[in-house]
């Protein structure tokens, strides 16, 4: 609790700097440069799904949601943020989707292809959050790729940690999972997630020969800040974050966290 609350705190100061910073262009008549935010779920529980509407309605008064593989509508000056869910979770259809179809809000599903259908075989603790969800199934995967709402991406085959991996077993998780996801939807798939966000340049290297066109981290960075990027960082969100939380990690205020990060690397 105090860690979640030091967080916070520091958070806060961010976002003032960045109010600051923002009231400071307007009075000098200066454009700022666009700022996105992608978000990442994993499961979204029928006990969560109001906390969930509440989130998304919450990130429709701050910002324009967007693609997380489309942003070329982003404007100077303006706040956009992309809803993304990994894993797969039968749940996120269930109770997120829904609630993203009623508000015109895009989502990006990152699904890993060698668990369709079954308990995610990565989660091994009766304890976990996720142990007791269900990866959808290919039919399933089938109905939710039509939705004009929904853009699938590839999440490995196994959800492994790709920095253990030698160079044939990453070559095989990043290649087939694209070819399998490709066979079930019948159409190409240009998005990967890292599982665990475990990355280094020469697996983002091999990703792009795979013919993925942008690879997705977990490092809460402002995103799509250049013209053709292709890492894209995200930040962590769940629909149990406190409400204060949710509209600072929307905002991009808990973006200091990945220089800490690279700080202790």
Request: hydrophobic share 40%; charged share 25%.
């Amino acid at each position: 609790m105090i860690a979640r609350l030091a967080k916070l705190a520091l958070s806060s100061l961010v976002f003032i700097g960045d109010a600051l910073r923002a009231r400071i262009a307007g009075l000098t008549g200066r454009s700022l440069p666009p700022r996105a935010v992608v978000l990442y779920y994993h499961a979204v529980n029928p006990d969560e799904r109001a906390r969930f509407a509440w989130q998304m309605d919450s990130l429709k008064q701050s910002a324009t949601p967007v693609s997380a593989g489309d942003e070329g509508l982003m404007k100077p000056g303006g706040c956009y943020t992309a809803v993304t869910f990994d894993d797969g979770f039968v749940s996120v259809v269930e109770n997120a989707l829904p609630e993203l179809e009623a508000r015109h809000i895009p989502m990006t599903f990152f699904v890993p292809t060698g668990c369709l259908g079954q308990r995610p075989s990565w989660v091994r603790s009766p304890q976990a959050r996720a142990y007791q969800q269900t990866v959808l199934t290919p039919e399933q995967l089938l109905r939710v790729s039509e939705n004009p709402w929904v853009t699938i991406g590839a999440h490995s085959l196994s959800h492994p940690d790709f920095l253990t991996l030698d160079e044939e077993q990453a070559r095989l998780e990043l290649e087939r999972s694209k070819a399998e996801l490709e066979r079930i939807i019948g159409r190409e798939v240009r998005l990967f997630s890292f599982p665990h966000g475990r990355c280094n340049p020469r697996l983002i290297d091999m990703a792009r020969a795979a013919g993925y066109q942008r690879v997705f981290t977990i490092s809460p960075r402002w995103a799509f800040a250049t013209e053709r990027e292709v890492v894209t960082g995200r930040v962590a969100v769940e629909p149990g974050d406190w409400p204060i939380e949710f509209r600072l990690k929307s905002r991009g205020a808990y973006r200091w966290q990945a220089a800490v990060t690279r700080g202790i690397r």
